[in-house]
């Protein structure tokens, strides 16, 4: 079935995952026919949500709903979810513990870094994407462009980032709830929210692109809102009067040490950025979702992270007893900005509004823990019945497996809870660091696989930046597990190494280097890489029909051409 064949009766296209399911499937009947003959049936909405789960057979067609593009993520959904989706404890909470140890400047620096390795991560991403379509799962590119082992490793290393972030986001939000009373069990509203994050997802990508896109445009006006009351405070609105930049001195908290102990929490903060690029796989038109999607990234990097960092740093002073590393209080750095300013209510508001990004973090993290499962499973990396997909095409074992695992956040009715969460984000401290290498490196072993081979690659989407950014990011990425691995062995606190201590700060890296070596050591495979002669640039391309994409850009261009300057000088930046 070629691009231009796969048309459905409303005009609508089928996306790649469509085409390839209706081949894997098999049978006599075709796509079209199947979609006349659901549009004949009627059954009570009841009935057929619940029929819905009955898992695929894959021996005949019947049994499989074609999944059309309402059940894809919608364009305005990605922009939402490129935007503000992920943006949770990281930002909101941890960010304390980065001004309180690094300083106003060292905070500001750690961000500034760690804002452009993802800035050109997603550029480089998007360029894959676009070049080799897959439904949500670029975690396929490392087995595909670098090697067996190291795909191995990198699959279970994210799924194991995000799976452990599930039940971390649960707690987080039972523990902004203790702003408020800390009478109740926080067991009590982990139990809650657990049941919120079900029910959103039980409906797979539809409901993870409906509770993203709430959560999300929440999340953004709650940003721009704190935004414009820092700059009244600073000015002096608040009952500090004039703040100005007295709380950049000194700039610096714990001198070089710091700013290097700022940066693996930094890159918790912009963990999940990448969720942009598969939520962009998940479109009627990846290539157009994508050049939204990186549009977006950028103003998310820049007012959402840049700008609010510097302004929580002229508002909060690293020495705060209320920050988070200064004492045991888990209140956000915003909140302790708008309660020294005295304002009275806003507190309140603005902790709710925390309380929603983190569980926005939660219905994320399930998303992002399913999608890895499934490659696990059909890279045969895994239990083959994780990649099992229901009638509406939903992997219903992963989903079942990512939300059981959020369970383990009623360990904070546990005394242990501490030592418990303090190794559960061991283990993801620092994945999304060889996650951001590896996408790199792929994109990399793709240009050079291309140059040997001597084929000119049709990109429908250009990453800025080239090789010379993918080369950037990766020694930004190198230059992060050094200044990890230096605090480890000499913490900021001034202790002596402890085994303990540098695990705590430095687990994910053993994680990968076990993964890996005992992959080398099951399989007997001994190659370090893909040779570039090797490297396979053919499969998957066929789903795209270049001439039609390139019609479809010269098209754009032409319409580009006959808009107004005021038209252009809006649209080019979003």
Known sequence: MS????????????????????????????????????????????????????IVNKNNISNVEVLTPEDNLKVYQVKLIALA???????FISSGSIIATAGALGSFLSYFI???????????????TSQFPVRGNFLIYNSRFIDESWAFAMNWNYCLQWIVTIPLSLVSASLTIQYWNDDINAAAWVAIFWVVIVAINVFGVKGYGYGESVFSVIKAIAILGFIILAIVLVAGGGEQGYIGGKNWHPPFANGFKGVCNSLVNASFSFAGTELAAIAAAETSNPRKSLIKATKQIFWRILIFYML????????????????????????????????????????????????????????ASVFATYKPLVALAEAGHGPKFLAYIDKRGRPIFAIIFALLFGLIGFICASKNQETVFAWLLAVSGLSCVFIWFSISLAQ??????????????????????????????????????????????????GENFKVETFFEAYLAAPIVLVSYIGHKIWTRNWRLYIKAEDIDLVTGRNLLDVDVIKQEIYEEKEVWSQKSFWYKATRIWC
Not at 9 to 38: A, C, P, R
Request: proline share 3%; glycine share 8%.
């Open 3 to 54: 691009f231009k064949d796969s048309k459905l009766e409303d005009g609508n296209s089928l996306n790649s995952f469509q085409i390839q399911s209706s081949k894997q499937i098999g049978g006599e009947s075709t796509i079209s026919d199947y979609v006349n003959e659901k549009s004949s049936t009627k059954e009570n909405s009841f009935v057929s949500f619940f029929k819905s789960f009955q």
């Open 85 to 91: 989706s992920c943006i949770g404890s990281g930002l």
């Open 114 to 128: 760690v804002g452009v390795l993802i800035f050109f991560i997603i550029q480089h991403l998007g360029e894959m």
């Open 308 to 363: 609010a960092i510097i302004l929580l740093c002229f508002l909060v002073p690293f020495n705060d007893p209320q920050l988070l590393g200064n004492s045991n209080s888990s209140a956000s750095p915003f909140v302790i900005a708008i309660k020294n300013g005295g304002i009275k209510v806003l507190p309140s508001i603005f902790n709710a509004l925390i309380l929603i990004a983190v569980l926005s973090v939660a219905n």
């Open 444 to 493: 990399v072993r793709v240009n050079y696989a291309a140059k040997v081979q001597g084929i000119d690659i049709f990109k429908p989407y250009k990453a800025i930046g080239g090789d010379y950014g993918a080369y950037l990011s990766m020694m930004i990425n190198v230059l992060i597990l050094v200044a990890q691995f230096y605090v480890a062995l000499w913490p900021v606190s």
